[in-house]
């Protein structure tokens, strides 16, 4: 008796096992597309030594992001995987290697979208969380809310059981030269913002988008900000639609430059909806906002976009952008200066 | 000789006097649009005194932004003159009025963008600004920045000379009882999003939106954010993209409602992108994203869209929206439920 009941309970569940709808497997192969920053990276200021770390440090998030999308998880948790690998590493302006802001103190932002139901989490001016992306996930998947800041954002990552820092974690002496450096240069207000060194220096964020196998698309991006930045400056990163977006019906986006023209432009969504409404291609779509909108006003930066076909763009219109990409046809490929 | 200095000063000042563009002149007459917020406004729930009190607030805002505009001012500073009479009048939930949090403080959120040239300013969880819409604008004219957050955001108005006032200024009885009602309501984590009460009390955002005779679109949004909001929480208002949007291209938009589905959305530039890349006209682009879009995705509130010709939609999936306009045709008119 208690065997048949056995039978009959895994009969039962078979019978309702969800069978994947037609359309869902139209899309195509399992990809993830991540970056590290854009800016004025030179192969004339790069050692090999530190060229081959960047490169292993790229190469890490893609084969963490792309294992959890090989044994069939979820998009967003493939950028997840990706961007904690990023976050965790000192070569990046983000997490650990978060940049210092003129109170010398590492204020991190972070934002997650998941395209299948545009659900959708961030936050910014956050001093004590090790990775922002997961508060930002906790953000979407454990409150109404999308956004939150500062102290209350903490508060809600320390009660979801999110990893809590002290600020201390993220000092990193190179970090902290560059804003001893951008200080000094700072003449007026505007010279942190003109100040070459630093307008590098602000371009350090990083990001993953993903399709998976049930054809879902997800974003996700992370940073340390500019450095230098005052006042409670929040930048694109955080910003649903200007630094990230996620949406199966048009692509995933994440951006990485200077914020405050991707927070103008709206960016992420504008590349979505050059690809819904105008019918581009998600490389006409990136083309079309990062080569030609975004230096006409006068900003620079990047993005990586990933459509529901597997198509995807590496974009940007400065010197170079850490940024990778992996799926089954090319293998996992890392790139840091133009081609 | 020196009268003739000065006449050959005025010549020369006159003949350089920069003339209208032939482009710039096709566009339509001056024109504002407000509202007040969206809900679940009833008639059966107000009194005659109370319907009269919003109609008037309404007008006075009317008046005092299309006075900037008759008298060839910029649709900025149309935008600035009527929000701050919303913001300094108690019926309404930004400035003034605002909200409480759960925290007992009021947090209040704005922001601004000039369509002809897409600079932005926004603030978020200020709580000494007296008119945080003036200090959006200080955000972006004086910095090179687009939002602040904070104690940072505070910091920066100050520096600015924007009006600082006690927390103790936006202390409102009814704001506060409604706190409280909220506060003994919620049983559980999600019953300060479903209760109707609350839900209907996040719906009091202020916007603006303004064509001037130079042919330059603006859009403004001012609020207090949700009652009982914790952790943080930022709304759609100073989202650029979300709920507040201008782009002489296509359209200025300010948005009113549950501010998550409007960042979910991005329903300020998605409006746009439809007029821009679909073709659609502001109505048709309001109506897409406010009366399909937001309902299927589970959000509802409004939105009010002025285009470069002058045409304009006041578009809510809620029962009201206190709501007004004044052009040279039509006069001012203001509307609290649906036709």
């Known amino acids: 008796m208690k065997h048949l009941s056995l039978i009959l309970i895994v009969f039962v569940m078979a019978c309702s096992a969800k069978p994947e709808k037609a359309e869902e497997l139209k899309s195509g192969p399992i990809t993830l597309v991540i970056h590290g920053g854009a800016g004025t990276i030179r192969k004339a200021n790069m050692t090999p030594e530190k060229e081959a770390a960047y490169h292993a440090a790229l190469q890490q998030a893609l084969d963490s992001g792309y294992a959890v999308l090989k044994r069939g998880g979820k998009s967003t948790d ?7 690998i990023l976050e965790d590493s000192p070569l990046f302006n983000a997490g650990k290697g978060a940049v210092f802001t003129n109170e010398e103190k590492n204020e991190l932002d972070a934002a997650i979208m998941d395209g299948s139901n545009l659900m959708a989490g961030s936050v910014a001016g956050v001093t004590t969380i090790k990775n922002p992306i997961t508060a930002a996930y906790a953000v979407m998947t454990k409150s109404e809310h999308v956004m939150m800041v500062g102290k209350g954002a903490e508060q809600f990552a320390q009660l979801n059981g999110i990893e809590i820092v002290d600020p201390s974690y993220f000092f990193d002496s190179a970090r902290y030269k560059a804003l001893l450096k951008a200080k000094q240069s700072e003449k007026d207000k505007a010279a942190m913002l003109y100040d070459p060194y630093t307008k590098d220096s602000k371009f350090g964020t990083v990001g993953a988008v993903a399709l998976d196998q049930y054809g879902n698309l997800a974003a996700g991006t992370s940073t340390g900000g500019m450095t230098n930045k005052r006042f409670g400056r929040v930048g694109d990163a955080p910003i649903i639609g200007a630094g990230t977006y ?3 019906q048009t692509c995933a ?7 405050e023209y991707f927070i103008r432009l709206n960016v992420a969504h504008d590349v979505a909806a050059l690809k819904g409404y105008a019918g581009l291609t998600v490389q006409q779509a990136a083309d079309s906002v990062v080569m030609k909108k975004l230096p006409a006003l006068g900003g620079d930066g990047g993005i ?3 459509d529901r076909q597997g198509n995807f763009a590496l974009t940007f219109c400065t010197e170079g952008m850490y940024r990778g990409y992996v799926n089954e046809k090319e293998g996992a490929k890392t790139f840091i200066y133009k081609d």
């Open 78 to 84: 493939a950028v997840i995987a990706a961007i904690k």
């Open 246 to 248: 996620a949406n199966n």
């Open 253 to 259: 986006i994440s951006a990485t430059g200077w914020g």
């Open 304 to 306: 990586i976009a990933l």
